[in-house]
């Protein structure tokens, strides 16, 4: 079936470096992507959020790029923090279901090494 | 603060048992979900309520069941019936009537088998 495709990598950065998380979306009725980092034993915790009609969100050292001709979604941390080691999920919502929940990725681990 | 609050934070099953899981939320949010999260996955839809006394199954019913007798309670019961309930429980809410929110989430419970 569709899904939200994200193979659980772990991408390993050095402090201080721009870190990339790439997610790839099957399902071209989703009008809603977002993105969350989970830190162990916890609940996701919302990062930053985008709708279908942008191609770029910018938040606070985070940047959501969305790329619909592909079905591509990524977020960019800018100057990476030994705090920002986690596990970063993409989620999606599929337009007009009538159903809010969201579809997620299995993630993906981010190292920051000192 | 608002918020979400699961509990117990740790519980344990015994075989041919039901246990219920605790969510409350202080956000007066119209919508409460529950996902399962096993190890090195990504989170899967069990039910989801978006108004009072309605709630709807989700991708992965089988064996749970739920009740949403105030807005901000959504407790799940793991009934006997589920063969494989260890895992990681999560409780999220949103608004309802805008479209495109984030989910919030509460901090888990794991639940084992004994």
């Known amino acids: 079936g569709e899904s939200v495709g994200l193979h659980l990598p772990t991408l390993s950065v050095q402090e201080g470096d721009n870190s990339i998380i790439n997610c790839a979306y099957s399902?071209?009725?989703?009008?809603?992507f977002i993105w969350y980092k989970q830190e162990s034993g916890k609940g996701p915790q919302f990062i930053i959020d985008i709708r279908s009609n942008m191609d770029k969100r910018q938040g606070q050292r985070v940047t959501v790029l969305l790329n619909k001709t592909v079905k591509h979604l990524s977020l960019q941390i800018a100057a990476t923090q030994p705090g920002d080691s986690a596990v970063y999920f993409c989620?999606?919502?599929?337009?007009?279901?009538?159903?809010?929940?969201?579809?997620f990725g299995s993630g993906t681990r981010l190292q920051v090494q000192p | 603060d608002g918020g979400i609050t699961q509990s117990p934070k740790y519980l344990f099953r015994k075989e041919g048992q039901n246990v219920t899981l605790s969510c409350e939320q202080n956000l007066n949010h119209d919508a409460m979900y529950w996902y399962r999260q096993d190890p090195g996955q990504g989170l899967r839809l069990i039910y989801y309520s978006q108004i009072v006394n309605d709630f709807q199954k989700g991708d992965i019913a089988e064996g749970y069941s739920v009740s949403r007798e105030k807005k901000e309670s959504f407790p799940l019961t793991v009934t006997s019936a589920q063969k494989n309930p260890t895992a990681f429980y999560l409780c999220?809410?949103?608004?309802?009537?805008?479209?495109?929110?984030?989910?919030?989430f509460g901090d888990g419970t794991r639940l084992s088998i004994l």
């Open positions: 399902n071209s009725a989703s009008d809603y």
């Open positions: 999220a809410s949103s608004i309802v009537g805008q479209n495109n929110q984030p989910q919030h």
């Open positions: 989620a999606e919502r599929k337009r007009d279901t009538g159903r809010r929940a969201l579809t």
